[in-house]
């Protein structure tokens, strides 16, 4: 039963274009959405999160973009870079409900090529 | 300084052997956390603490037990280990109140692979 997903687990764009990863949720009630970063062999590290009172949050090249009613966030990166190149993880929580575990999609790889 | 540390990295170890897994932040944070990612690269969670308290703990086996000597620490003991415990294991830490307060920041991850 997953919560959130991530229907791509790849994905490959050319240096200074767009990347879009998409995520998908079931659950209503979650109302905070992160994104979080993974290069192989470190863990998850916070990129850039959306409360569900807004629907877009900016920071630099990232942006990510919150449609409440198709339950559905992305992430934008512009331009794309070769660091970039990593697995990015969406997750959801319930902000309201204190400190609840992180609900994670199952990763989508950008490979940014040079 | 890592802000969440965890160790060993890696953990290669026979079925039926007990092993621990420590982690450690200095971020000041009230909540720390375990979760599992297995080979289908999902993250899940096994258990949350607060101050030392135990908060959550999803179903998890008996063979898993956390401890928490203090706000700062939450090892992982696990007992009579299986080959499906072959996994990642990632500790985490947030804040419990302000602004960042849902935003967990994780260790490096220790491998876990059970022969």
């Known amino acids: 039963d997953q919560q959130v997903k991530q229907n791509s687990p790849s994905l490959s764009v050319q240096e200074g274009r767009i990347s879009i990863l998409n995520c998908d949720y079931t659950n209503s009630m979650f109302d905070y959405f992160l994104w979080y970063k993974k290069y192989p062999a470190e863990g998850p590290t916070f990129l850039i999160s959306i409360s569900s009172i807004k629907d877009k949050n900016e920071d630099g090249r990232f942006t990510v973009f919150l449609n409440k009613s198709a339950k559905h966030l992305s992430l934008h990166i512009v331009p794309s870079q070769p660091g970039d190149s990593a697995v990015y993880f969406c997750a959801a929580t319930l902000l309201s409900s204190g400190n609840t575990p992180l609900v994670f999609g199952k990763g989508t790889r950008l490979s940014v090529i040079a | 300084d890592t802000a969440v540390s965890q160790t060993p990295k890696y953990l290669v170890t026979q079925m039926g052997n007990d092993k621990s897994i420590k982690c450690e932040q200095n971020?000041?944070?009230?909540?720390m956390y375990w979760y599992k990612q297995d080979s289908k690269k999902f993250l899940k969670i096994m258990f949350s603490?607060?101050?030392?308290?135990?908060?959550i703990n999803e179903t998890v086996p008996n063979r898993f037990s956390p401890k928490s000597p203090d706000k700062a620490h939450l090892n992982l003991h696990i007992n009579s280990l299986e080959l499906g415990d072959s996994a990642v294991y990632f500790c985490a830490s947030s804040p419990l109140t302000g602004l960042a307060k849902n935003i967990q920041y994780f260790g490096a991850g220790t491998r876990l692979s059970v022969l």
């Open positions: 971020l000041g944070h009230d909540t």
């Open positions: 603490y607060n101050n030392k308290e135990l908060i």
